[in-house]
């Protein structure tokens, strides 16, 4: 059953510790007043039957009066061995009744008694989360634990509700505390031990025959002790996806704001070093990955983060690494410490089968935005069909152009003119052949190797392209204009 106990249970006799007037079990004749209201700690925000507000909630399991408060002290007063009689075969005229049922009544009554047991227990035993929660939130979580099994052994759980509904809140709760379920599961084998020894004791005080039915009948009592350990684990394992799934939404928030340039904002700066791990000042850069397929053929599941192909190419253990999906984008926010931009760039592009963008280099929070705008456009220099890395700073000349479409578009038909109309294919032969002559230093030879064909055949297109433009290409500005044309022609 999920427990936690102080450090000063470990100091103080347990009769004295969050029990206000209660007395040591031991004088059965003694009342068992319960704790004042005034005087139990406050419980923690979020315990299961709180609200958020602060007001008491609704803990599962509540409809049962029996879970209102302990059974009243008169009836629950140990004697004779502190249990009532099981029913007999003979009793009622029916030898179906479960023994168990009777055994776990008897107990029911003893119920505060147990509770002070289980604590003496736990904390004898050293239960590594205790000292670090009040002694009022423990016995809580017991008397709550204890009565819904005990219930369900005496064959009265709650009506019209979800038997299993207490062991599953407290087992989120605990996860939420950061108790681990081994923790969690190490209480309910103690709660276990001590049922089972207190149900035999008691079968075994009233005769022979009663202890071999309780045996007999044993598979339903530990069929529910298994179903109250799975729920503990159901609530805490549900719980612990519930803070990742929030963890992460609280993480997107924040590289949200710093891209959308909010870094300025004193508060949103000092969010992220908290939040995203980041250092107020430091090497940034932010990565632009469309989406589609990668070099396998996978697709990235939606909420799945950057591809696999692109976090497994990143230098782990040099560089900081936060993802984003946005729209049809994986958005990459790196802090590169002690690697070079260039390393980054030569490794991302080694087989990368998607388009990727790569900002420059910035060195505060409050720049991100500009890193962001940047790798988005070096993504969209390049052209849809194509795959590999752009990086922003060896992609300038594309970025004007990119970034100022009606004048590219403009300066494209200005300058080539006629040559745009021409058929495509002898279109794209002469672009092709320009390019190349550019490329190779404004050198017909050396054109003419790359494109696999005579110096005079390059020396013929150059002057049907003069004759398409109505410019020469030895004038420098028009030579200019050219390149960037080319440029223009084939962005995206």
């Known amino acids: 059953m999920s427990t936690r106990g102080t450090a000063s249970v470990k100091r103080q006799p347990m009769e004295k510790q969050s029990m206000g007037n209660r007395t040591r079990p031991g004088s059965p004749d003694t ?54 009689r099981p029913p007999s075969p003979n009793e009622g005229g029916t030898d179906r009744t479960p023994v168990v049922h009777g055994l776990a009544e008897g107990l029911l009554r003893q119920l505060p008694y147990l509770v002070d047991e289980l604590m003496d227990l736990t ?29 369900i052994l005496a064959g009265r759980p709650p009506t019209g509700s979800d038997p299993l509904a207490v062991p599953r809140a407290w087992g989120g709760y605990r996860a939420q505390e950061g108790v681990s379920v081994e923790s969690l599961l190490q209480v309910h084998r103690l709660a276990t031990q001590l049922l089972w020894e207190k149900l035999f004791d008691a079968a075994r005080a009233l005769s022979p025959e009663v202890l071999q039915r309780l045996l007999d009948e044993s598979g339903p009592v530990w069929h529910a002790l298994d179903s109250y350990s799975q729920a503990f684990v159901d609530g805490h394992r549900l719980a612990e996806v519930d803070h990742r799934r929030r963890s992460t939404e609280h993480r997107e928030t924040v590289i949200d704001a710093l891209i959308e340039g909010r870094g300025v904002e004193p508060l949103v700066a000092a969010e992220a070093q908290v939040t995203l791990g980041l250092p107020a000042r430091g090497r940034f850069v932010v990565i632009a990955m469309a989406d589609g397929t990668t070099g396998s053929g996978e697709h990235d599941g939606p909420g799945s983060g950057t591809p696999r192909a692109l976090r497994h190419a990143l230098p782990s253990h040099a560089v900081t690494a936060l993802w984003r999906r946005r729209a049809d984008r994986h958005i990459g926010l790196l ?29 505060s929070l409050a720049d991100i935005a500009t890193a962001y705008h940047c790798a988005e456009t070096a993504l969209q220099t390049l052209p849809a069909a194509a795959r590999g890395v752009a990086a922003f700073d060896d992609h300038l000349l594309e970025a004007l152009v990119v970034t100022s479409p009606h004048v590219a578009q403009r300066l494209a038909r200005h300058t080539f003119g006629r040559l745009l109309d021409c058929p495509r294919e002898e ?63 084939r962005c995206p």
Request: proline share 7%; net charge neutral.
């Open 31 to 84: 009342p068992v007043p319960e704790p004042s209201a005034a005087s139990q700690p406050r419980i923690l925000a979020g315990l299961p039957g709180r609200a958020r507000d602060d007001r008491p909630g609704e803990l599962p399991g509540r409809a049962h009066p029996a879970v209102d408060a302990d059974p009243a002290p008169g009836r629950g007063a140990p004697g004779a061995g502190g249990h009532r």
């Open 335 to 363: 802090e590169l410490g002690a690697t070079s931009l260039r390393r980054l760039v030569e490794t991302l592009s080694d087989g990368m089968a998607r388009r990727v963008g790569i900002s420059c280099e910035v060195d």
């Open 427 to 489: 279109r794209d032969l002469l672009l092709a052949t320009l390019d190349a002559w550019f490329r190779g230093g404004c050198s017909a030879a050396r054109a003419a190797d790359e494109l696999h064909c005579h110096r005079n055949t390059v020396l013929n297109r150059l002057r049907r392209v003069e004759s398409l433009t109505g410019s020469m290409l030895d004038d420098d500005r028009h030579q200019l204009a050219c390149r960037m044309a080319l440029v223009a022609v």
């Open 123 to 151: 904390v004898g035993r050293e239960v590594g989360y205790l000292e670090f929660v009040p002694g009022s939130d423990i016995r809580r979580s017991l008397h709550e634990n204890v009565l819904g099994f005990l219930r």
